[in-house]
């Protein structure tokens, strides 16, 4: 049948089929389209890779894995998903809906394609020239970091972190090695890509992402001036996952005594007196200081007749014993009613430390942010040393359209870390106590003078706080505000500016009540502004040519400024009273009173330009050019030049040197110049300042004034200029086993001149010293780094890392001056002097050791020879070098370093069924030295009336070669120093972590829990040293630390 429309039909019809057939193309895409899920983990280490990229391939649609590394995307079927994340290598698989997709990412290895910060930018560690050593934080935040100082202390090569006993922690730094005599030996930190003034305690170590130490000239050069003493580049956290994540972190610990020397209780206390007041009478009188019972009278080989003829002291045997060996009535009454008191543990305490901090991070497509908020308290080990702190930190960065993004970086910190005033006296009190002696009176009130008041002696640092007052803090604003903007042809300006403000106050009060204080009251009252800011204009090229050639070019303009105030006013003898405390320091005499100010002004700028090139990956080169300025130099030295030049080789790459155990290697050579300007930033002005006497001047009227002093007391030095050292570093990078074993070796050679020196001036000039640049020290070292997976199974993996290094550095000049001598062929030669008050010799180690050699102690038997220095035996025999009977400086020997000759490092990291981690940090000191005098067991105007560290001493009856008598001899008034190792072995932390399970986590809405403990200085050993600590000589800590850390 033929069928014929009409138009108005067909148009109808063509609608209808259209519509049709777009439902069915709509039903299809439906059924196509399916919701995958799955999980993101560590092929090495089964965690979880959290923030990892899954997108669909040859789309724009793509999700972040969340805190489990958990991830849900709508994907066409049979689409292709990749999986990305920094620091492994990317996988792409078949989108599959049918069941939780496991994903597993291999890491890559650091030393290939790592980003590393370098210093206004960033670079793959593959392609890096200098010496470089990358921290990750991630793993070490599973061991309590209290200080950023506890962070770096984890195996950086080089990198030396001090410890220190009190509340606050942290600890001196130093990388490579001493380079000044004079100047400050700290590396420079920069934070975010800015220089950073303040300190590190400012900075929460919960918040450091990874840590970048620069250590070579080449690699720190770019930032001039302030890179003599290597770079230290801290990253801080951003938000990296889609979804908000929470994070609460709880650390609680108990801070003890890890080094102790304890001192003579109260029996231990008798015997030492004792043998001190025969030793003083040189042994004479035997029997004479002894208690007269009848077995030590018997022991002694006298009769109670001739103990009691030896003075005509009244009372009974025991008071006239007491009085003999020198005890005070209060300690002779308290030996009779058997009172004693541990001043000991009066001192000291187990701290108990807080530490909490929560944040919140996240990211968009434009923008990420990450906040956190702090409180820290710590009561150390000693009485009355507290600090507390609250940090913040803010991190923003949005993306306002495809060519500018900007950002902000916001640290605040409010800390009292000075409480000196107020903290115990624990050397004081342990020592100048008797353990006979009384902290408070028979009515319970608290006593000023221990040991009683006729004498004047003792110390109660709990009766002084009853007088004292203070409030004392300071307040800091770090702030960055940056811009970037995109150009054409891939050309980025960035542009930073940081203004950063400190505030410190100190108001301090001594009360008129306290009996033992003369100034009727006492008041202190100072304030302190630092306004510091800086500007970082960079303008960087990345571009890369046929494929092999790239070249990237950074150039900087720099600025800074730095000012300070500060006003002191100290007010005395209050009228009519001090009730108000340093509230009404206006009520202090005038006369009696002081007012002070100083304030500070100096600028700095810098011009830089870096240029990289690498050809195929694998032959690169870097060289840069930094031109600082700073006003703090002379006026004909405002400027200098640090240029720096570095070249690698990838030869792993090669194919004509392909070994199937290498998996990487890499040769550095480098060198460049760094400059040290840390001195005064008046230095090389002259200075006017008021003298301590006054005169009267009449005027014509016959007025009379008292009018102060004004004189120079500083001489100028218009050509002062910047230290300068130079350095020297090969390098070589290696891997095997697909880098299951790989590490590093770096040498180095470092020569720093124009060294910031006192040069001593005739006394015509009317000055002692000028500030110059005179003399040279030469740093040379070597650092091994050395990691390896050590065993990886499904439910065990062993992680080791060993790194060894030592530095030697030689004074090779100080001030140019010259003697003549005869060498050994007769001939006239001119030797450079050294400079025996500071102990610097030229050819020797800056802390070298050079002193009398001590032989031992003269015997029993050795009297004739003993007695030619005037000495007994019991005294030390020292060796005379020259043999004519005295004692100069011709005798002196070199006898090692106060600094060690090598140190090393070892650290193991194991996992157990995935979700326990155990963590051992070892490190060690070799070869160092110091001297004490303490074997002289003469030390202390006040010997014989006060307590003592339990010591070893020579009596007839102990005649050891090791320590003199008690109050020996100073031989001809030397006092010669004994040289003591100070090798030692710390187990510096142990550190054990356990995550939840997720399956029962989730129940609660926790996304992650981690519980974890450690043991911060858990052990040491030290085979020779016995004075407190090996490494700080005085007190340390050991604290324990438990802990949590939830996320949601």
């Given at each position: ?50 923030g ?12 972040s ?11 066409p ?12 290598t ?5 989108a ?30 593959k392609?890096?020239?200098g ?72 900075i ?31 990253t ?42 025969n ?5 004479v ?5 002894i ?23 009244a ?9 003999r060996?020198?005890?005070?009535d ?30 919140a ?23 009355g ?44 009190q ?20 221990p ?14 706080n009853?007088?004292k ?21 891939n ?37 302190q ?8 204009n ?34 005395t ?13 206006g009520?202090?005499?005038l ?38 300025g ?8 405002p ?92 390098g070589l ?6 880098n ?21 001036l005739?006394n ?22 050395l ?18 290094f ?22 006239t ?13 030229i ?25 030619k ?18 004692y ?5 020997q ?16 194991f996992?157990?069924f ?23 067991n ?31 001899n ?21 550190a ?15 996304g ?14 030290a ?18 630390t ?7």
């Amino acid at each position: 049948m033929l069928m014929i429309f009409s138009t108005k039909k067909l148009r109808r019809l063509h609608v209808l089929l259209v519509a049709m057939l777009s439902t069915l193309f709509f039903q299809q895409a439906m059924a196509q389209s399916q919701i995958v899920t799955g999980k993101v983990t560590d092929a090495n280490t089964g965690e979880a890779v959290i923030g990892a990229t899954v997108m669909v391939v040859g789309t724009k649609t793509g999700v972040s894995a969340d805190i489990d590394g958990n991830f849900k995307i709508n994907a066409p079927a049979n689409s292709m998903l990749e999986f990305k994340s920094i620091g492994y290598t990317s996988v792409t698989v078949k989108a599959d809906a049918s069941k939780p997709m496991q994903i597993k990412l291999s890491g890559i290895h650091k030393d290939l394609n790592e980003v590393v910060v370098i210093g206004y930018g960033t670079a793959q560690k593959k392609d890096l020239t200098g010496s470089i050593s990358t921290l990750k934080t991630e793993k070490l935040e599973k061991e309590d970091p209290r200080s950023v100082q506890e962070l770096l202390r984890s195996g950086v090569p080089g990198l030396v972190v001090g410890q220190t006993s009190s509340a606050k922690g942290g600890g001196d730094i130093q990388l490579r090695g001493q380079r000044s005599l004079k100047a400050d030996n700290s590396p420079l930190l920069v934070v975010d890509g800015v220089i950073f003034f303040g300190e590190l305690s400012e900075i929460n170590p919960l918040d450091i992402d990874q840590v970048d130490v620069l250590k070579d000239a080449s690699s720190a050069a770019i930032y001039g001036a302030k890179a003599a003493n290597g770079v230290i580049i801290i990253t801080t956290k951003k938000g990296k996952t889609d979804k908000p994540t929470i994070r609460f972190t709880a650390n609680d610990g108990l801070a003890t005594m890890a080094a102790n020397r304890p001192v003579y209780d109260a029996d231990g206390y008798i015997k030492y007196r004792q043998d001190l007041f025969n030793s003083t009478t040189r042994f004479v009188n035997p029997g004479k200081f002894i208690n007269p019972t009848a077995d030590n009278l018997a022991s002694a080989g006298i009769t109670y007749a001739q103990w009691k003829a030896y003075d005509a002291l009244a009372g009974t045997d025991q008071e006239i014993w007491l009085q003999r060996i020198g005890l005070f009535d209060i300690e002779r009454a308290n030996y009779a009613k058997g009172r004693t008191y541990d001043w000991y543990k009066n001192s000291f305490q187990k701290g108990l430390q807080q530490d909490y901090t929560v944040s919140a991070s996240g990211k968009s497509q434009y923008s990420d942010y990450y906040f956190s908020m702090g409180y820290i308290h710590n009561n150390g080990i000693v009485v009355g040393d507290t600090y507390s702190a609250y940090r913040g930190n803010l991190k923003l960065n949005q993306k306002i359209n495809n060519w500018l993004t900007t950002g902000a970086n916001i640290n605040f910190q409010d800390r009292n870390d000075n409480n000196s005033d107020l903290a115990v006296d624990w050397a004081g009190q342990i020592i100048n106590n008797s353990p006979y002696s009384n902290p408070v009176n028979e009515a319970g009130v608290l006593l000023g003078q221990p040991m009683g008041s006729s004498n004047n002696q003792g110390t109660n640092t709990a009766y002084s706080n009853q007088f004292k007052a203070l409030e004392e803090g300071t307040n800091v604003l770090n702030t960055t505000l940056y811009a970037t903007v995109k150009f054409p042809f891939n050309i980025t300006f960035n542009s930073n500016y940081s203004p950063r403000y400190q505030w410190y106050y100190r108001r301090y009060w001594e009360s008129s009540q306290n009996p033992l204080w003369s100034d009727n009251g006492k008041v202190i009252r100072e304030n302190q502004k630092n306004f510091d800011w800086q500007v970082d204009n960079t303008l960087n090229w990345d571009g890369v040519f046929a494929q092999k050639h790239r070249i990237k070019v950074t150039l900087l303009q720099n600025a800074e400024e730095h000012r300070t105030w500060n006003d002191l006013t100290t007010g005395t003898d209050f009228t009519p009273t001090d009730a108000l405390g340093f509230h009404n320091i206006g009520a202090a005499t005038l006369l009696k009173s002081s007012f002070s100010s100083n304030d500070t002004h100096s600028t700095g700028d810098a011009l830089m330009g870096r240029l990289f090139y690498s050809f195929d990956n694998k032959y690169m080169l870097t060289a840069t050019i930094r031109r600082d300025g700073y006003s703090a130099f002379g006026a004909s030295n405002p400027r200098a030049t640090f240029p720096s030049i570095g070249v690698a080789w990838n030869f792993g790459d090669e194919k004509f040197l392909k070994w199937e155990p290498l998996s990487t290697g890499k040769l550095r050579l480098s060198w460049g110049k760094g400059g040290n300007r840390s001195i005064g930033i008046y230095q090389a002005l002259s200075n006017l300042t008021i003298g301590t006497g006054k005169y009267t001047y009449a005027t014509s009227t016959g007025t009379l004034y008292d009018l102060g002093q004004l004189y120079v007391d500083r001489m100028a030095n218009t050509s002062l200029k910047w230290e300068s050292t130079a350095s020297w570093n090969g390098g070589l990078d290696f891997g095997f086993f697909n880098n299951r074993i790989n590490g590093s070796i770096d040498v180095y050679h470092m020569p720093t001149t124009d060294l910031l020196m006192d040069q001593s001036l005739p006394n015509f000039t009317g000055f002692s010293v000028v500030t110059t640049n005179l003399g040279e020290v030469v740093n040379d070292g070597m650092e091994i780094n050395l990691n390896a997976n050590v065993m990886h199974r499904t439910n065990f993996n062993w992680n080791a890392n060993v790194s060894f290094f030592y530095n030697r550095n030689t004074i090779k000049h100080l001030y140019y001056t010259y003697t003549s001598t005869l060498d050994a062929n007769g001939n006239t030669v001119s030797i450079e002097n050294d400079d025996n008050a500071n102990n610097w010799h030229i050819g020797h180690d800056i802390n070298a050791i050079w002193t009398y050699k001590v032989l031992g102690i003269w015997q029993k038997g050795e009297e004739t020879q003993a007695a030619k220095y005037g000495e007994i035996p019991g005294d030390v025999k020292v060796l005379d070098v020259d043999g004519d009977g005295k004692y100069t400086n011709a005798d002196k020997q070199f006898q090692g370093s106060t600094k060690p000759r090598f140190r090393w490092t070892m650290r193991h990291d194991f996992t157990f069924f995935r979700n326990i981690d155990l963590s051992l940090n070892f490190y060690s000191y070799m070869g160092q030295y110091a001297t004490s005098t303490e074997y002289l067991n003469n030390t202390g105007a006040l010997i014989d009336r006060s307590n003592s560290y339990i010591r070893q001493y020579w009596t007839p009856d102990n005649p050891t070669n090791s320590f003199a008598r008690l109050n020996s001899n100073n031989v001809q008034n030397i006092s010669p120093a004994q040289v003591i190792s100070r090798s030692f072995i710390r187990l510096d932390n142990v550190a054990v972590s356990y995550l939840v399970p997720s399956s029962f986590t989730k129940k609660f809405g926790i996304g992650q829990l981690r519980v974890n403990g450690s043991v911060r200085n858990a052990a040491v050993y030290a085979k020779d040293w016995h004075y407190w600590d090996a490494e700080t000589g005085s007190l340390l800590q050991r604290t324990f630390t438990i802990g949590a850390n939830v996320t949601f």
